[in-house]
C-alpha cells in the first residue's frame, strides 16, 4: 500500500505555495484590508483540494484553489490509490495535516474565523465526502466571540440606534454574518430581515445612497437564498452568474415532493426572509431579475407559508394603498408591483379618464413600483397608434387611445419622464417589438409637437439600443412625417447612430431637397465610419444606392451628394 506521507507533503507544500501567490496579489496587507470595516474578520473562508485522473492510468493531478486562484500542482507517477486507500489512509491524514496546518496560522488576518476546506476526487473512489465534500471546518472560537460580540456592538450603534446610512462593505459583512451558519449555530432571520428593513430606512437620506445600499444588500441576500437556505429543501436551484465555487449544490436531505409542512419550526422566520429577498428583487432590480423573484416566492409558499401567495395576488404591501388603488367615475386602476402589472378599467371613455390613469402610473412609479411592468386595460375605445409596427398589446392600446387626446400631451410627458430607466421594458412585448417604459409617449408627443424633441433625446440617451429596437422604427415615421428640419437634424442623426444596422427605413425622398441634404451633412461630418454606413443604409439601403441617386441628382443636391460619398471613403 503507498504510504500516505508523500502525498499529503505535496499538498501541504502545494497550499503553502498557493497562499504565498495570493499574498503577493493582495493591494496592501491582510491587516490593512481587514481594516476597512469593523465587521470584517479575514479575507478567505474557503479552501479545495481536487484530485483528478489523467488520460495516463498511472498519473493523477492535484488542484488546490482559493478564492479565483488556482493552482494545478504535481503529476503523480506511482500507481494511484485505490478507493479502500484514499478513504481509510489519505483522507484522515490529509485532515490531520490540513488542520495542523491552518491551526500554524490561527489569527492570521488572511483567513476568516472559519475555513471550510473541501475535497473533490473521481467516483471510482467512492462516495464523496458529505456534505458538500467538506474534508474539514476549521473553526477559531475565540475569534468568533469577539467577533459576534462586535456585530451586536455595530448592531445597536449603527443600526437599531443609527442616524446615518451605513457603509456598503459594513452592510455587506453585517448581513453575511448574520446569515451565517458557521458563526450562529441558529440563525436569527428575523432578526437579518429587521436589520435590512432599518438599513433601508437609514439609508433614504440619498437616492443614490439607497440604491447602492440596496444593491449590496441584495447580492448578500441572495448568495444566501442561493448556496445556504435553499439547498437545504430544494435538489434544483437556479444559480447565479457565475458557477459555484468548489462544489455543485446538493440538498441536505430530502423533504419529499414540496412537502409544505416538512421543515423545521425554526426555519419559518427563514422561509419568511426568502420571500421579503423575492420582494425586493421584483420591486428594484432590472427585469431580468423577476424569475428569480418569483421563483423564491413559489418556493416560499411550497414551504407553507401562504402569504408568499398572497404576495403574488395582492401585491408587496410595500407602497402604500393610496398609490395602488383608484376608483373614480371615469376609471378603475390596481397596481400589483409583485406581479408587475397595472390593471386599468375605462368605465367612461374621455379625456378624463385617460388623465386620471395617466397620473396613477407616474404617482405609483415615483413610489417605487418596478418600471418594467404591462397594462392590462379593459376599454371600448381601440385607437390606433400613430406609429405603425410596435407589435401588439394591451400597454401599446392604452397608450394609443391616450395620445387622441391633445390636452394630455402634458400627463404624457411627465409620465415618460418618470417612466424611462435603461434596462427595463414593457413586458407584454417581445423581442423586436421590445420597448423601454415611457417610449409609447416619447414617439407620439414627438410627432405631434417639436418642443417634446429635448424629451426624445434623453430617450434615445437611455434606451438599451442593443436590445431594443423600436425606435428605428419610430424614426423612419418621423422623418417621413416631420422631415429633416434645424430643430431635430442632430436628434434624428444621433438616434439613427443607435438602431440596428441592418434596418432599411426607405426614406431616401426625405432628402430629396438641398435644405435636408445639407442639415444633414452638417451632422454627418463628425461620424466614425460606423456610424455613416449606418446613416447610408438606413436612408438609402446602401451606398452603391447612394451612389446612384448622386450620379442622377441636380445640383446642389449633386454636389451635397458627393460631399457625403466623400465623407464615407476618408472615415
Not at 468548489?246 to 430530502?254: E, G, L
Not at 423573484?293 to 408587496?316: F, I, P, V
Not at 413586458?427 to 426624445?456: H, I, K, W
Request: charged residues 20%; aromatic residues 10%.
Amino acid at each position: 500500500m503507498n504510504q500516505p506521507t508523500a502525498f499529503v507533503a505535496t499538498i501541504i507544500t502545494a497550499l503553502n505555495q498557493l497562499v504565498t501567490h495570493k499574498r503577493g496579489e493582495l493591494n496592501g496587507t491582510p491587516e490593512s484590508i481587514v481594516s476597512r470595516s469593523p465587521l470584517q474578520d479575514g479575507m478567505f473562508d474557503e479552501l479545495g483540494i481536487n484530485i483528478e485522473n489523467t488520460v495516463d492510468a498511472n498519473k493523477m493531478r492535484i488542484t488546490v484553489q482559493l478564492s479565483s486562484q488556482e493552482y494545478s500542482v504535481v503529476e503523480l507517477v506511482e500507481p494511484r490509490w485505490t478507493a479502500e486507500q484514499l478513504q481509510q489512509v489519505l483522507i484522515p491524514a490529509l485532515r490531520q495535516a490540513v488542520y495542523e496546518w491552518l491551526d500554524t496560522q490561527k489569527g492570521d488576518a488572511f483567513w476568516a474565523h472559519s475555513v471550510v476546506v473541501q475535497l473533490l476526487y473521481p467516483a471510482q473512489f467512492g462516495p464523496a465526502l458529505e456534505p458538500h465534500g467538506i474534508l474539514l471546518q476549521y473553526v477559531d472560537e475565540a475569534r468568533q466571540i469577539a467577533l459576534r460580540q462586535r456585530i451586536d456592538e455595530y448592531l445597536n450603534s449603527n443600526v437599531w440606534e443609527g442616524k446615518h446610512p451605513p457603509k456598503d462593505l459594513d452592510v455587506m459583512f453585517l448581513l453575511q454574518h448574520l446569515l451565517s451558519p458557521q458563526l450562529y449555530a441558529v440563525i436569527d432571520a428575523a432578526q437579518a430581515e429587521r436589520a435590512c428593513k432599518t438599513i433601508l430606512e437609514l439609508s433614504k437620506v440619498s437616492p443614490k445612497r439607497l440604491i447602492q445600499v440596496r444593491n449590496t444588500m441584495l447580492t448578500t441576500l441572495k448568495h444566501w437564498a442561493n448556496k445556504v437556505f435553499l439547498p437545504r429543501y430544494f435538489d434544483t436551484v437556479e444559480p447565479l452568474y457565475g458557477s459555484s465555487m468548489f462544489f455543485s449544490v446538493v440538498p441536505d436531505h430530502d423533504i419529499g415532493v414540496r412537502n409544505k409542512v416538512a421543515f423545521a419550526v425554526e426555519d419559518q422566520a427563514a422561509v419568511e426572509l426568502l420571500a421579503f429577498i423575492a420582494v425586493l428583487i421584483l420591486q428594484y432590480e432590472p427585469n431580468y431579475s423577476r424569475d428569480t423573484g418569483m421563483a423564491y416566492l413559489q418556493n416560499a409558499g411550497e414551504l407553507g407559508y401562504q402569504r408568499a401567495y398572497d404576495l403574488l395576488k395582492t401585491g408587496s404591501g410595500l407602497i402604500d394603498a393610496a398609490y395602488t388603488t383608484l376608483r373614480t367615475d371615469d376609471v378603475e386602476c390596481i397596481a400589483n408591483d409583485v406581479q408587475a402589472q397595472v390593471k386599468i378599467k375605462i368605465l367612461r371613455e374621455g379625456a378624463a379618464a385617460y388623465a386620471t390613469a395617466l397620473n396613477f402610473l407616474s404617482n405609483v412609479l415615483e413610489q417605487g413600483f418596478p418600471h418594467s411592468y404591462k397594462i392590462l386595460l379593459s376599454s371600448k375605445a381601440k385607437a390606433t397608434f400613430p406609429v405603425p409596427k410596435l407589435g401588439k398589446g394591451k400597454t401599446l392600446q392604452f397608450f394609443a387611445n391616450a395620445v387622441q387626446y391633445p390636452e394630455l400631451y402634458a400627463e404624457l410627458e411627465r409620465y415618460a419622464t418618470t417612466a424611462m430607466q435603461e434596462y427595463e421594458w414593457y413586458t407584454d412585448q417581445e423581442n423586436e417589438y421590445c420597448a423601454m417604459p415611457g417610449s409609447y409617449a416619447v414617439f407620439a408627443l414627438a410627432l405631434a409637437d417639436e418642443r417634446y424633441l429635448p424629451l426624445l433625446q434623453r430617450y434615445l440617451h437611455q434606451v438599451d439600443d442593443e436590445h431594443q429596437m423600436v425606435h428605428q422604427q419610430f424614426l423612419k415615421i418621423l422623418l417621413e412625417q416631420r422631415g429633416m428640419t434645424a430643430a431635430n437634424s442632430a436628434i434624428v442623426v444621433d438616434g439613427i447612430g443607435r438602431v440596428n444596422g441592418d434596418f432599411k427605413a426607405k426614406v431616401a425622398p426625405v432628402f430629396e431637397s438641398a435644405e435636408a441634404l445639407l442639415l444633414l451633412l452638417e451632422q454627418s461630418r463628425t461620424l466614425d465610419n460606423y456610424a455613416l454606413q449606418t446613416l447610408v443604409y438606413f436612408i438609402w439601403g446602401s451606398e452603391a444606392a447612394l451612389r446612384k441617386v448622386h450620379k442622377l441628382a441636380p445640383e446642389p443636391q449633386k454636389a451635397l451628394l458627393g460631399e457625403l460619398l466623400e465623407l464615407c471613403g476618408k472615415a
